[in-house]
């Protein structure tokens, strides 16, 4: 059959600046999120996590924001180099969720310019 | 440690034969899972388990089955290859301890179906 492009958003910045990407969620019962970085041809790499009783958590050079009011996830990304290239996904689990209960976005694929 | 690791890295099928993916890890963690990832589609889970000897579906499991027979392994069958499996898989393990569910991936395998 015919293949299929890949489609994801996309997001370009200069290298040396913030990066922020962004993730909506529709659950509103979901209370543990996740960021994964996946680089060309490898799995994806667990980045930072956040659980639904913060609002804010910082990793080096990566800070995620979570506001629960408007179901939205950020992952800022500071001072961002060639080696942050990928798609980045976000995930969470719903409360009370089980074993299946990750469910990933689809991803957004940053972009680094010289 | 090796982490999550997946064989083979690369395959190709043909319609109706079949094949096995194999996935260990030696994080001695309970859950471990099996995804396929396909452009513009993110990560769907196509089957779980939460212990050895235990299995359960996910998202899309029809023309897949798995086995758990040891505690660090976790093996996906694809019985009758068709072109629609053509895809690249991931293996992922999760301590599964809690609500926190930080899933590892192994480096993923890349079907191709004739």
């Known amino acids: 059959g015919e293949s299929v492009g890949l489609h994801l958003p996309t997001l370009s910045v200069q290298e040396g600046d913030n990066s922020i990407i962004n993730c909506a969620y529709s659950n509103s019962a979901s209370d543990y999120f996740i960021w994964y970085k996946q680089e060309s041809g490898k799995g994806p790499q667990f980045i930072i996590d956040?659980?639904?009783?913060?609002d804010k958590r910082q990793g080096q050079r990566v800070t995620v924001l979570l506001n629960k009011t408007v179901k939205h996830l950020s992952l800022q990304i500071a001072a961002t180099q060639p080696g942050d290239s990928a798609v980045y996904f976000c995930a969470e689990k719903a409360s009370g969720g089980g074993a299946d209960g990750l469910t990933f976005g689809k991803g957004t694929h940053l972009i680094i310019q010289p | 440690n090796a982490g999550v690791t997946q064989t083979p890295k690369f395959r190709v099928l043909k319609t109706g034969q079949s094949m096995t993916l194999l996935c260990a890890q030696d994080?001695?963690?309970?859950?471990m899972y099996w995804y396929r990832q396909d452009p513009g589609m993110g990560l769907r889970l196509i089957h779980y388990?939460?212990?050895?000897?235990?299995?359960a579906k996910g998202e899309v499991p029809d023309g897949y089955n798995v086995s758990r027979l040891k505690k660090q392994n976790f093996l996906l069958g694809l019985e009758s290859a068709a072109p629609s499996q053509t895809s690249v898989y991931f293996c992922?393990?999760?301590?599964?301890?809690?609500?926190?569910?930080?899933?590892?991936f192994g480096p993923g395998t890349r079907l191709l179906v004739l």
């Open positions: 956040i659980r639904s009783n913060m």
């Open positions: 992922a393990s999760s301590s599964g301890t809690g609500w926190q569910e930080t899933q590892y």
């Open positions: 994080m001695n963690h309970e859950y």
């Open positions: 388990s939460v212990g050895e000897g235990t299995t």
